[in-house]
């Protein structure tokens, strides 16, 4: 006859099986699902960014109610708070305007449907290879009832959207080789046709998010771990950590700062400092001619095209990113190399502020508002802070930050003395704006930590913020000029 277990037996015997199966990791105290077979995923990086501490971005969250209350207001539209948020939180008047627009051109009434929003922000990350946004707008594609077809490429698409092909290369990558007769040809394409106010939309949704690719590459945007790219089950191999914390991104090592590189910098933003008070006591002393400022535009749109955008070797797009767009080998860096000319945009011609705005505003109610104020928000967002000097006046540096990328995009503003530019971006700081501007799939995190080392990561958000603006802006201008000469 066999014994019969008692109750405190049982429990004993469960409890060692238990224990002997499900291993308690001491350090933490944490079971370990490891010999169960539960395959646990972890983190390909350490928090949002690839180049910022993920302490610094979760900490301003902490502090600042303001943006705390931003996120619960996104998490509750959207049902998530993606990376580019979070990062985007060392500023919350801008995410704040930031999110509503794009809530705006996703989700409100507008000429486009749904899905054909959700395609052309595919088609426009994919132009910059951008796959983190490519995947985040393919889940929405799909859940707002998009065709599957459609994202085996380009050519499963309806003709419609195959159409603005044209248009989504010339605008990422030359956009002032946009002509009228572009606007032309998609407005009277017989069934397939656009209306205006279909185009408007699709033009602020293409530049947007050539732009958004900008911003993502240039912070390093990392995917979120449940998306594409952004977990691994592989084993760690730091075996000083318990699988729990691995799991949770607490197995990396943190980098420092070189205290060398350190040394080497010290002074930076003193002397960047002491220029801006010279060439503001240089604009109260004498003004250059309108020929000469004109000679300094067109020698300082002539010298940005011989910057060099990148480190490394060509990159090419994988099968998944380039499905959604023509022509890969098409780019900026072609035109470059082969040293077209560039004509001059005379913004005196044909602004945002006097043209662009009134023109979007009238074919897609409250966007041109909604893109004003978002403009107005990066331009002149200030903290009178440089790295830790206070009460500093900022506007210099940022309207040339904002000049010189309208300045590679051929773009003049008569009443700017562009001699400036070189006084206050360097050699480093003037290759990261051409990269991120132009060829941002080629950012690397050498090239974010070459330029303004002494300043904090919000302040190099905050030029990232002014990057992704300026060339939202650029792109548009050149469109909705086309646009108002196919109209008159």
């Not at 948020?85 to 749904?114: I, N």
């Not at 603005?164 to 046709?193: Q, Y």
């Not at 104020?373 to 009460?391: G, I, R, S, V």
């Amino acid at each position: 006859m066999r014994h019969a277990v008692g109750p405190s037996e049982n429990v004993e015997n469960n409890s060692f099986a238990v224990t002997g199966l499900l291993k308690i990791c001491t350090h933490c105290e944490r079971l370990s699902k490891k010999d169960l077979g539960v395959r646990i995923p972890r983190p390909l990086g350490n928090g949002p960014s690839r180049f910022i501490p993920e302490k610094e971005i979760l900490q301003v969250s902490k502090v600042d109610p303001r943006t705390q209350s931003i996120f619960e207001d996104a998490f509750a539209a959207l049902g998530r708070l993606d990376n580019i948020s979070l990062v985007m939180g060392f500023h919350p008047q801008y995410l704040e305007s930031f999110l509503r627009t794009q809530h705006y051109l996703l989700q409100m009434d507008g000429p486009l449907s749904l899905h054909y929003r959700h395609y052309i922000g595919i088609m426009a990350a994919a132009r910059h290879q951008c796959s983190y946004l490519v995947n985040l707008h393919v889940n929405d594609f799909l859940q707002v009832g998009g065709d599957l077809k459609w994202l085996n490429g380009l050519d499963e698409a309806p003709q419609k959207l195959q159409q603005l092909g044209e248009l989504n290369k010339i605008l990422a990558h030359r956009p002032w080789l946009l002509t009228k007769e572009h606007i032309e040809r998609l407005l009277k394409a017989e069934e397939h046709s656009w209306s205006l106010a279909e185009l408007i939309h699709a033009v602020v949704l293409l530049t947007h998010y050539h732009s958004l690719a900008s911003f993502t590459f240039g912070c390093g945007i990392t995917p979120e771990i449940h998306c594409d790219g952004g977990h691994t089950f592989r084993p760690p191999s730091l075996s000083q950590y318990c699988v729990c914390d691995i799991a949770n991104g607490n197995g990396h090592a943190n980098h420092h700062d070189d205290p060398l590189g350190n040394q080497e910098m010290c002074g930076e933003v003193e002397v960047l400092m002491e220029r801006m008070k010279q060439l503001q006591e240089c604009r109260d002393d004498e003004e250059a001619s309108q020929e000469e400022m004109a000679t300094r535009f067109e020698r300082e749109k002539t010298e940005s095209m011989l910057v060099v955008t990148a480190e490394d070797e060509e990159c090419v797009p994988s099968r998944d990113i380039s499905r959604h767009f023509e022509d890969p080998s098409y780019g900026y860096k072609d035109f470059s190399r082969r040293g077209e000319h560039v004509p001059t945009f005379r913004v005196q011609d044909y602004s945002w502020e006097d043209h662009g705005f009134s023109l979007v505003n009238r074919l897609y109610p409250d966007v041109g508002q909604m893109l004003d104020e978002k403009f107005q928000m990066a331009y002149n967002l200030t903290y009178n802070t440089m790295a830790t000097h206070k009460d500093v006046d900022t506007s210099m540096l940022r309207r040339a930050i904002w000049n010189y990328i309208h300045c590679m995009f051929g773009i003049r503003y008569d009443d700017y003395d562009y001699g400036e530019i070189n006084q206050l971006l360097d050699r480093s700081f003037k290759i990261y704006i051409k990269t991120m501007v132009c060829s941002p799939e080629k950012t690397t995190k050498r090239m974010y930590e070459s330029f303004w080392r002494q300043f904090q990561h919000s302040e190099k958000v905050h030029v990232n913020l002014l990057l992704m603006e300026a060339r939202m802006q650029a792109e548009l201008l050149y469109a909705l000029r086309a646009i108002t000469r196919y109209m008159t």
